[in-house]
């Protein structure tokens, strides 16, 4: 079970856009997220954005670095950003990224 989550307790259904980024030394990197449509935002959702909560076996990875983006006057997206200050934390957001990918079908593609 590995799923992302905006108000605890609703999964979040809709598959982000994921890019990964780390300093040249690997001790610190982050990932942003970009959620196209996503189910939080839909008619009828009443539910609070409290964070984003990466949610595994393991436990959950937390941020609050979360936006919406607006078309028109209508929220149409979210971005956010997990900042990984450790290679400790760079492996476990990895460990949690393997397990959501498996189960959502995402791929890796690497760009320099």
Known sequence: MAEIQF?????????????????????????KF????????????TEEITGMYLLDEEGEIVTREVKGKFINGRAKAIEATVNLNSP????????????YASENGLGFTKSS
């Open 34 to 45: 970009y959620f196209d449509e996503p189910a939080i935002l839909g008619q009828g959702q």
């Open 7 to 31: 108000s605890k307790g609703l999964r979040e259904t809709v598959v982000p856009d994921v890019r990964l980024s780390r300093t040249k030394n690997g001790e610190k990197g982050s990932a």
């Open 88 to 99: 400790a934390e760079w492996d476990r957001f990895m460990r949690f990224m393997e397990r």
